[in-house]
């Protein structure tokens, strides 16, 4: 116990290593994502059926598929549309659910029990299920992953929004800002809105794993990103024909991801340990 | 009133959640490219011939109408009829159930019992070496995506040390326990991260409590305390989160049954989609959210047995 208050104690001034840790890597595959594709020798989408199923050696760091595709080339390719994924997959649903919490908390009575029983519904599917559903009507491909995710998953920073306004709302500054009658917009932006973001924000990083998780898994479905663009879940998709012969097909896009996502779950961990808003 | 007038109450509460969904099943159907009866009719189909079946499904009817017939059919059962598999959804849905809620009974069984083991063994220790461990696990664990988590276990497991079967459902349930093994612990990986952090919180809650060090102070077995006292005490909120968590494996049935070549619902949703078979994706869809509503509902009986507080 003593242990744990020193640490807590120690840990206000600096940043957590789990934060440091996260950053590291995110801005490691930013790095690859941005610079790689300018330096890579091959390329990522012309088929070579003369070296198809290469292992991972000196022509071929991590090997080909069965197109004669370098895994390397093509995973440093999609760094940059599973990155895309993760950024916009979470701007939308992080836009509407603020303003649908804002807007809920703030008025309450009739507009926020529309709004919450349409909260009601939406989460009454699984969550993956109906990103599908919609996928499904709109054709599979990266916009309509776009539109579905902002469709189901702006619930979640609704809620979080909204329980932080309805307590903001009662506060004296606020009640105060009314009394000099300042606008309900103004009130919303400057006085609720800064104040009530902050467990979004943390929520972000959260959301971008499992965005990360379930754009790759649409890709690997076929329900997302299209072959033959080098997106990691497309990749694992193509290799998974291959798994007794050639591993390194499935292995390396699968590590990619898993690194991609830990890196953000490792942000979300240490924001929520500097901000104590876990235990 | 007692504490269980609920059971009858809830129902009604359910029904603008069940109108909600149906309204939004409806939606789905209003949005699908292509006009089904062209589909349905082919392309040679005359254009009288379709005006014909249009006016007979009552598609020429203004769009609340025909949400009123989609409720109708809905309530009758009758969900449509799968392009793909030239029979009504419903019947193509109820042929792949079984296999489905075989693979999310088993995968919830193996989701608490690791949820439990993590989480009592991280509280327990809180701030030590096993904590940091788990806690390392539950970081890490969020981000590994099912489908390639599937696929290593097939490579190393059923592949090279061809200790479990590739793929597939077995006829006889006790069979099945082999057979779905790599499945079930897929999507129970997924799930566990979450709900260890967040039973673990609860127990190191609880832990920091007044009866606690009552207990403590009172000379009981430190043991004693945790599982008589704090373990009880901390279930309540983690099965109040079971309504999502059933949610949540329900979505990871669909890349794990495509991964293991599971003949459930989850892969007949992803087939229908690749085959724009958009009447059983929208069956499938409704029937798993009936599912989760039903679902939480129970969790709800569930609470308020276990807990004399807890009122609904």
Redesign the interface.
Known sequence: ?S??QT?AAGGTSRWPA?LLAGVAIVLAWLLVAGLGPSFSPHDPIAVDLANALVPPGSDHVLGTDSFGRDILTRIVHGARIDLMMAFFGVVGPFLLGTMVGLVAGNFGGVADAVLM??L??T????????V?????????GLTSYFVSLTLVNWVSYARLVRSEVLVLREADFVLAARLIGVGEVRVMSHHLLPNAITPAVVFVF?DA??T??LG??LG????GVQPPAAEW?VM?AEG?LY??TA?WI??F??LA??T???G???IA?GLAKQLHT?? | MGRYAFVLRRPLQLV??LI??S???FL?SQ???GDPIRVMLGPKASEEAIAFVRARYGLDQPILVQYGYYLINVLRGDFGQSLAFRSPVLDVILERLAPTIYLLVYGLVLTLLFTVALAVAAARR???WVDQLV?FVC??G????????G??L??FLS?KLKLFPVSGFAAAPIDNLWQLFLPALTIAIAVTPTLT?NLR?TL??QLASDYVVAGRSKGLPERWIFYRHVFPNSLLPTISLLG?VV??L???T??VE?VFNVPGLGQL??R???K?D?FT??G??LF??IG??LT?FLVDLVSVALDPRVKL
């Open positions: 116990m242990a744990a640490e789990s029983r349409i009601d519904v989460v009454s599917f699984p969550y993956f299920v109906l599908i559903a919609i996928v499904a009507v709109l054709e599979p959260t794993v499992l990360i998780v790759s898994s690997f479905l076929g329900l879940g694992i998974q798994l007794a591993w499935c292995v896009p699968g991801i898993a991609l996502a830990f953000f779950s490792l961990d876990a235990p | 603008p959640v909600g969904i309204l939004v099943t789905l949005a699908m490219p809180q701030g030590r806690r970081i890490a969020l981000g590994l995506p099912s489908f390639w988590l696929l290593m097939i490579m592949l952090r919180a190191v809650s999502i949610s949540f329900i979505g990871g669909v890349v495509t949703m992803v229908a989609v690749l724009r958009y994706v929208q499938i869809t798993f959210s989760v509503v939480t």
